[in-house]
Nanobody
Framework: VQLQASGGGLVQAGDSLRLSCAASGHTFNDYAMGWFRQRPEKEREFVAAISYNNRSTYYRDSVKGRFNISRDNAKKTVYLQMNSLKPEDTAIYYC?????????????????????WGQGTQVTVSS
């Protein structure tokens, strides 16, 4: 399984960015996808997840209402639209594949739920 994340960059507070993560090597439609981030000097943290069937999305509280996760199963790509960016959103963002096929539970926020990770894309938000 390979994940290629892109779309990061340097923006000002209040701007928007859209991250993309193109997947290959697995049956994309059968697995949930997640986005995590690692801020400077912080541990990796959950940002958002989307169920395999596109019916459910999950977000950490600090990004609710600003970030939107979506997926295009035909393109095998998951997106993270980030609006109203804040300096505290500065981080390396990683996409990941859930290890559980057809999972419909509630533990998407755990990094241990994922077994494949992309290389990360840097997002820097200046004040």
């Amino acid at each position: 399984v390979q994940l290629q994340a892109s779309g990061g960059g340097l923006v000002q507070a209040g701007d928007s960015l859209r991250l993309s993560c193109a997947a290959s090597g697995h049956t994309f439609n059968d697995y949930a996808m997640g986005w995590f981030r690692q801020r400077p000097e912080k541990e990796r943290e959950f940002v958002a997840a989307i169920s395999y069937n596109n019916r459910s999305t999950y977000y950490r509280d600090s990004v609710k209402g600003r970030f939107n996760i979506s997926r295009d199963n035909a393109k095998k790509t998951v997106y993270l639209q980030m609006n109203s960016l804040k300096p505290e959103d500065t981080a390396i963002y990683y996409c990941a594949v859930d290890r559980r096929r057809y999972y419909r539970g509630f533990t998407y926020y755990l990094s241990s739920s994922y077994n494949y990770w992309g290389q990360g894309t840097q997002v820097t938000v200046s004040s």
